[in-house]
């Protein structure tokens, strides 16, 4: 592994009785990179992404990230090592505020233990006021000032996905997992979301591994594509390689049969 | 702190130590000082037999504040509530009982270490149930912690060397504080309003550090299991660490409560910690309301009051005899209203006596409008 590598997917297998949700698949992703995964519906691209977070176990292959082999490992062991993700159906704590969500990303920032929580004095409360200091950086990054103490459940979905983005972020990752960031959204939402990954990838550096439907966005923001469909690698390269490549026109559109 | 606010901006903040205030408006700081002075004065103002009851509401609400944080807050349903009370119970009366007595007691009569023991025992105990809430979830565990309840009744039956034995039982743990009897009656103040004053402070404590906790890093993390333990796990929160965080702060309480309930009538037998009482505690978070602090302690309030006020009710409702052997009678009455409760507030309010608190608030917040 490089140093110009954060992620490094090596022939990673995964398969629920029969079926093989993941086949063999192999990426790296760089330190700047915005690498997107796409392929038609069931191809395995959230199970790659629940294989990199931890909550499935790969039979066979091996997952580096920034010098750290992932498998085996549980969620929140990934999660404190700086990989933080997004879901596909948002997977927010409804019932909590937009700031009680972001400062949920912060866990593991915050150290202090249960003594000092139910006495609430000198460090619980300075790591406190530390990280609602740095959930409010976020609050102004994602525009969601309006939104601080409503329960998330209550907002309209383009902002809950913009919340799980925060989440994301306030974790502080060293890579971002985004699985359909704009999955369900109208053009003027998907049009924010994009801006905001674009200024993640700008302001804050962060690489990101992208799954997403909208070939437009794909297209635009993505520096390397990877494809698969039934579990398995299809091609890899910059978006206008893949859009040309015969076996992702043959992956989406089918067969060509009789000219 | 108020020094820097513009005048008729009560509600504006200015610093986050503000914004995370306990009590962050001056309506809630001013109802919460009133609500303590009333209750504070209450043994000036109520009967003796009152006072006793109100006592152990108290304790009951300790109890509760346990059961809401680990069913309420971390979202694991434990119907094992009475197991850990009635650890807290024996740990405490073996500890502060007569050495030469009939039971085991080792003459330990202070409450500042009796009454730590009794939850640290009762945690530990929790601690080590907690491996199952990391296997199981929703009624598996449910299913599993009522298992607790019966393993307990059978060794409390058993063991009558500490506990008395079935229907004759024990003493409570003795009431006393640095050599001072802490309930006796004297020319200051009876027996029962200086129980009630001191389960009152008791109880004031421990609801405190249970909202402190609620509201940290620890009760978030709760939450979170409770709502979503995927995405929880995902974002870093442990998960079978925080739900032997949930146990073990959840048995302290039990045990400390279990510990306390009994000083009040100061006799106590093994047929108490039954299902009933785990029961009895799980519809005190669910009528108070699940997830909240003051749900629990206002649930366990009318829990434990519900009886004396189907009494009450009896002077109301002539066709209803107060003799046990007459149908209908207000024993009965007590049974069904309990269950008719639980159903009500399932149904029509899921959050409780605590949201009917807030609809009450947000008419009046909105009135003359309706929203």
């Given at each position: 592994?490089?140093?110009?590598?954060?992620?490094r997917?090596s022939?990673v297998r995964l398969?629920?009785?029969g079926?093989r949700a993941v086949d063999?698949?192999?990426?790296?992703?760089?330190?700047?990179e915005l690498f997107?995964?796409?392929?038609p519906?069931?191809?395995?691209?959230?199970?790659?992404?629940?294989?990199?977070?931890g909550?499935?176990?790969?039979?066979?292959?091996?997952?580096?990230?920034d010098?750290?082999?992932?498998?085996g490992r549980?969620?929140h062991?990934?999660?404190?090592l700086g990989?933080?993700?997004?879901?596909?159906n948002?997977?927010?704590?409804?019932?909590?505020?937009?700031l009680?969500?972001?400062?949920l990303g912060?866990?593991h920032?915050?150290r202090y233990?249960p003594?000092?929580?139910?006495?609430?004095?000198?460090?619980a409360r300075?790591?406190e006021?530390?990280?609602?200091?740095?959930?409010?950086?976020?609050?102004?990054?994602?525009?969601?000032?309006?939104?601080r103490?409503?329960p998330?459940?209550?907002?309209?979905?383009g902002?809950?996905?913009?919340?799980e983005?925060?989440?994301?972020?306030?974790?502080e990752p060293k890579?971002?997992?985004?699985?359909?960031?704009?999955?369900?959204?109208?053009l003027e939402?998907t049009e924010?979301?994009?801006r905001?990954?674009?200024?993640v990838r700008e302001?804050?550096g962060?690489?990101?591994?992208?799954v997403?439907h909208?070939?437009?966005?794909v297209m635009?923001?993505?520096?390397?594509?990877?494809?698969v469909?039934?579990?398995q690698?299809?091609a890899?390269g910059t978006?206008?390689?893949?859009q040309?490549h015969?076996?992702?026109v043959?992956?989406?559109?089918?067969e060509v049969?009789?000219? | 702190?108020?020094?820097?606010r513009?005048?008729?901006?009560?509600?504006?903040?200015?610093?986050y130590?503000e914004?995370?205030?306990?009590l962050?408006?001056?309506a809630?700081?001013?109802?919460?000082?009133a609500l303590?002075?009333l209750a504070?004065?209450l043994p000036?103002l109520?009967?003796?037999?009152?006072?006793?009851l109100?006592?152990?509401?108290c304790?009951?609400?300790?109890?509760?504040i346990g059961l809401?944080?680990?069913t309420?807050?971390a979202?694991?349903?434990?119907l094992g509530?009475?197991?850990?009370?009635g650890?807290?119970?024996?740990?405490a009366?073996?500890?502060?009982?007569?050495p030469?007595?009939?039971?085991i007691?080792?003459?330990?009569?202070?409450?500042?270490?009796?009454?730590p023991a009794?939850?640290?025992?009762?945690a530990?105990?929790?601690?080590l149930?907690a491996?199952?809430a990391?296997?199981?979830?929703?009624?598996?565990?449910?299913?599993?912690?009522?298992?607790?309840?019966?393993i307990?009744q059978h060794v409390?039956?058993?063991?009558?060397?500490l506990?008395?034995?079935?229907g004759?039982?024990r003493?409570?743990?003795t009431l006393?504080f640095?050599?001072?009897?802490?309930?006796v009656?004297?020319?200051v103040?009876?027996?029962?309003?200086k129980l009630y004053w001191l389960?009152?402070?008791?109880l004031l404590?421990?609801?405190?550090?249970?909202?402190n906790l609620?509201?940290?890093?620890?009760g978030?993390a709760?939450t979170?299991?409770?709502d979503r333990?995927?995405a929880?796990g995902?974002?870093?929160?442990n998960?079978?660490?925080y739900?032997?965080?949930?146990?073990?702060v959840?048995?302290f309480?039990a045990?400390?409560?279990?510990?306390l309930?009994?000083?009040?009538?100061?006799?106590?037998?093994?047929?108490?910690?039954?299902?009933l009482?785990?029961v009895?505690?799980?519809?005190?978070v669910l009528i108070g309301?699940a997830?909240?602090?003051s749900?629990?302690?206002a649930?366990?309030?009318f829990?434990t009051?519900?009886?004396?006020l189907?009494?009450?009710?009896?002077?109301w409702?002539?066709?209803v005899?107060?003799q046990?052997?007459e149908?209908?009678?207000?024993?009965?009455v007590e049974?069904i209203l309990y269950?008719?409760?639980i159903?009500v507030?399932?149904?029509?309010?899921?959050?409780g006596?605590?949201?009917?608190?807030i609809r009450?608030?947000?008419y009046?917040?909105a009135?003359?409008?309706s929203y």
């Amino acid at each position: 592994m490089t140093d110009q590598e954060i992620l490094r997917f090596s022939n990673v297998r995964l398969s629920f009785a029969g079926v093989r949700a993941v086949d063999g698949v192999s990426f790296t992703v760089g330190r700047q990179e915005l690498f997107a995964i796409i392929g038609p519906n069931g191809a395995g691209k959230t199970s790659i992404f629940n294989v990199l977070s931890g909550v499935y176990r790969p039979q066979s292959g091996r997952v580096v990230f920034d010098g750290v082999d992932l498998v085996g490992r549980r969620p929140h062991e990934i999660a404190a090592l700086g990989l933080a993700r997004t879901f596909q159906n948002v997977e927010l704590f409804a019932n909590l505020t937009v700031l009680e969500n972001l400062l949920l990303g912060r866990h593991h920032h915050i150290r202090y233990g249960p003594l000092a929580a139910v006495l609430w004095r000198g460090r619980a409360r300075r790591e406190e006021l530390a990280a609602r200091a740095a959930v409010e950086e976020i609050v102004e990054f994602l525009e969601l000032e309006q939104w601080r103490r409503m329960p998330v459940g209550l907002l309209p979905y383009g902002v809950q996905k913009r919340v799980e983005l925060g989440r994301a972020l306030a974790m502080e990752p060293k890579l971002l997992l985004l699985d359909e960031p704009v999955g369900g959204m109208n053009l003027e939402e998907t049009e924010d979301m994009a801006r905001y990954i674009l200024d993640v990838r700008e302001e804050l550096g962060v690489p990101m591994v992208l799954v997403e439907h909208d070939m437009g966005l794909v297209m635009d923001l993505a520096d390397r594509v990877l494809v698969v469909d039934f579990g398995q690698p299809v091609a890899t390269g910059t978006p206008a390689e893949v859009q040309t490549h015969p076996d992702v026109v043959r992956a989406y559109l089918g067969e060509v049969t009789a000219a | 702190m108020s020094n820097s606010r513009p005048r008729g901006r009560p509600l504006l903040r200015t610093s986050y130590a503000e914004d995370l205030a306990l009590l962050d408006t001056p309506a809630k700081r001013w109802w919460t000082a009133a609500l303590l002075v009333l209750a504070l004065s209450l043994p000036f103002l109520l009967t003796d037999d009152l006072l006793q009851l109100l006592a152990v509401c108290c304790v009951a609400a300790i109890g509760a504040i346990g059961l809401g944080l680990v069913t309420g807050y971390a979202g694991q349903v434990s119907l094992g509530h009475a197991f850990f009370l009635g650890i807290g119970a024996y740990t405490a009366a073996g500890l502060s009982g007569d050495p030469d007595g009939r039971v085991i007691g080792l003459g330990v009569t202070d409450i500042a270490l009796w009454l730590p023991a009794a939850g640290l025992v009762a945690a530990l105990a929790g601690v080590l149930v907690a491996p199952l809430a990391t296997r199981l979830r929703g009624l598996y565990l449910a299913i599993v912690t009522l298992g607790l309840v019966f393993i307990g009744q059978h060794v409390f039956n058993e063991w009558s060397a500490l506990t008395g034995g079935a229907g004759v039982g024990r003493p409570a743990a003795t009431l006393e504080f640095l050599g001072r009897p802490l309930a006796v009656t004297d020319a200051v103040a009876t027996r029962d309003q200086k129980l009630y004053w001191l389960m009152l402070v008791l109880l004031l404590v421990f609801a405190v550090a249970a909202r402190n906790l609620a509201r940290s890093r620890i009760g978030r993390a709760f939450t979170a299991i409770r709502d979503r333990d995927i995405a929880a796990g995902v974002i870093g929160v442990n998960l079978p660490r925080y739900k032997t965080v949930a146990f073990a702060v959840s048995s302290f309480y039990a045990g400390c409560a279990g510990a306390l309930l009994y000083t009040v009538t100061g006799f106590f037998d093994p047929g108490s910690f039954s299902l009933l009482l785990s029961v009895q505690y799980i519809a005190m978070v669910l009528i108070g309301g699940a997830g909240t602090i003051s749900g629990a302690i206002a649930g366990a309030f009318f829990i434990t009051l519900l009886p004396r006020l189907t009494r009450e009710l009896q002077a109301w409702v002539p066709f209803v005899s107060t003799q046990p052997n007459e149908v209908p009678n207000v024993f009965q009455v007590e049974t069904i209203l309990y269950g008719v409760l639980i159903i009500v507030f399932l149904i029509f309010e899921p959050r409780g006596l605590f949201g009917l608190w807030i609809r009450a608030r947000n008419y009046w917040k909105a009135w003359p409008f309706s929203y």
